[in-house]
């Protein structure tokens, strides 16, 4: 791989850290790319794109924590064109028609884009999606699906919005981005099994060595992540034909709220009594891989439509555990039925029969949480397949080996970060292909607004003044207007506030001495500095007329 495939990462710290008391996916997948990226990108700098200084530090802090030892670059993420330089900006989320819009503003062959999904079921995701075509998103831009399901409700989304523009305006082209399926990543040598913390790890727990241990690792909520009940009464069916053998359900993860736990905790008292349920803080690494070392078999029967992925049955099978697992969405993709272990099926309602759900989502009747929640209640999985998934491999120590090797092997094979970081550069480097031959979607028109709907205000708004200022219009110095004086009112919060966009002091302190030797045209004015921010001294000269230091004369 040639180098220079590169991208400046946008940055937010909380996207990119589990240590916070909220721990999800999208943030463990953040997290794993930066540590990836650091360890295996064959780059020679790392470019951080963020708008404050701040947040490059805890940038610069984060990657040097992984190893990165190669110089780190900041680019304001206030200039738009800075991800010109890497040639890709990557997005750890799906906003590609947000920054495709900000690319508008001068030049759409300068970058390209590069984005990701996590969930596509809240409407910020499917907004995002949606606007995929309704954005001028480009040829060189992607969107990475990170499983063969996700690409398809994509296609979905798209083709639908694409059929009802085409029957509203009779439009026939419908450009969309690149969707390639490159599933997010691991550091598999982080679960390498290990016999001698395998026994620690039992000990610790309470758990005797013939004992069968079946592992769920992930955000303990049955409303937006796996209901728990077809677990419970799958596990309690194995521990009633399994007298002699004591079953324990370690489930390694973070409760929401005290609701949440409770109903967790009094569900595996009433479902699986014969089961010894054990609950650990998943956000803990020590306690975690005290769990994953202690295990027998994973299982994580997700029935939920904001699951896209799933990095825990990878992590599981890295761990070198048989997975007894729902076929549902991503997990398709990663545990391979009666190889790395069981697939458990899953039934729901054939489209129709549940508009209901997304009008009362759509229409915030419900929030996310509960839209997740009453749509997972639709989705069966049968308690007796999961019990017999469970009971094949609880019975059989020589069977989860060879399953548990498998999963390991195809595990480093295929989702370890070094070959997925190795996937994103190919796509960075044919993106950079595409943008030098393929033809442009909707090109600037000069006078016309980058974003209709996000025009600039003066041009959006341009009927609501009685004049706007023009080249011609002279600029005088108010009577007893000296830099002091500005330095004075600007001083003022009803002023300050505005610092961002204002100008600098000593830009104005030199235009106002300009004015000393009497009055000048605006024009002269904005063209006594560089070429590219003359629209800004221009517009500059209408704030010192707002704070009374100058006025101005209609040319």
């Known amino acids: 791989m040639a180098q220079g495939a590169n991208a400046a990462i946008l940055y937010r710290p909380e996207g990119f850290e589990t240590s916070g008391p909220r721990l999800m996916g999208r943030q463990a997948a953040g997290e794993g790319f930066l540590k990836g990226f650091v360890q295996h990108a064959d780059v020679d700098n790392l470019y951080c794109y963020a708008p404050r200084r701040e947040q490059a530090d805890h940038f610069n802090a984060a990657v040097k924590a992984s190893g990165n030892t190669r110089p780190v670059q900041w680019l304001n993420e206030i200039d738009a064109r800075a991800p010109a330089e890497p040639g890709t900006l990557y997005l750890p989320d799906p906003s590609v028609s947000l920054h495709a819009w900000r690319r508008r503003h001068f030049d759409q062959r300068a970058y390209s884009i590069v984005g990701i999904t996590h969930t596509t079921a809240s409407a910020g995701a ?9 954005s001028p998103a480009q040829d060189w831009d992607a969107l990475i699906c990170t499983s063969t399901v996700v690409k398809q409700t994509v296609d979905f989304v798209l083709d639908a919005q694409a059929e009802f523009l085409g029957a509203r305006f009779g439009a026939q082209k419908f450009p ?6 490159i599933p997010l990543g691991i550091d598999t040598a982080r679960f390498t099994p290990d016999a001698a913390k395998r026994g620690q790890g039992r000990a610790a727990l309470g758990i005797g060595e013939d004992d069968i241990v079946v592992l769920f690792v992930g955000r303990l909520s049955f409303h937006a992540k796996a209901h728990p009940l077809p677990m419970y009464l799958g596990l309690e069916r194995l521990a009633r034909t399994m007298p002699q053998r004591k079953i324990h359900l370690l489930q390694a993860g973070w409760f929401a709220n005290e609701f949440i736990e409770k109903a967790f905790r009094s569900g595996a008292a009433t479902f699986c009594p014969s089961v010894r349920c054990l609950f650990v803080d998943g956000r803990n690494a020590v306690a975690r891989d005290q769990a994953w070392a202690a295990a027998d078999i994973f299982t994580s029967l997700s029935d939920n439509i904001q699951e896209t992925y799933g990095l825990a049955p990878v992590e599981g ?3 070198g555990l048989p997975s007894v697992v729902t076929d549902w969405n991503g997990y398709r993709d990663t545990v391979r039925d009666g190889v790395d272990g069981i697939r458990v099926a899953t039934v729901m309602p054939p489209p129709g029969w549940s508009e209901d759900l997304a009008d009362r989502h759509a229409n ?28 094949r491999l609880a019975h059989d120590p020589e069977l989860r080996r060879r399953m548990g090797a498998a999963a390991r092997e195809r595990a480093v094979a295929q989702f370890d970060w070094r070959v997925v970081i190795h996937q994103y550069q190919q796509l960075w480097a044919e993106l950079a292909a595409r943008r030098r031959s393929a033809a442009e979607s ?4 000069a006078g016309q607004p980058v974003q209709p709907t996000r025009a600039d205000p003066f041009q959006a708004f341009a009927s609501y003044a009685t004049s706007t200022l023009g080249p011609d219009d002279k600029i005088e110095l108010a009577p007893g207007a000296t830099p002091a004086t500005f330095d004075g009112v600007t001083s003022s919060a009803l002023i300050s506030f505005a610092r961002a966009v204002n100008p600098p002091a000593a830009e104005m302190h030199r235009v106002m001495e300009t004015l000393k030797g009497g009055s000048r045209s605006v024009a002269e004015i904005a063209q006594d500095g560089p070429r590219e921010s003359q629209s800004y001294r221009a517009r500059s000269l209408l704030w010192l007329a707002k704070l ?6 209609k040319g």
Do not use: K
């Not at 969309?176 to 399926?181: F, I």
């Open 126 to 134: 499917m907004d995002w999606i949606s606007g995929l075509q309704l």
């Open 176 to 181: 969309r981005p690149q969707l390639p399926v």
């Open 364 to 391: 915030q009747l419900d929030n996310y949480d509960h839209y997740c929640g009453f749509t997972s209640q639709f989705v069966a999985i049968d308690p007796e397949a999961c019990a017999a998934a469970y009971a």
């Open 442 to 445: 909707v090109p600037r028109v």
């Open 317 to 319: 099978m890295a761990a």
């Open 548 to 553: 009374g230091l100058v006025r101005i004369r």
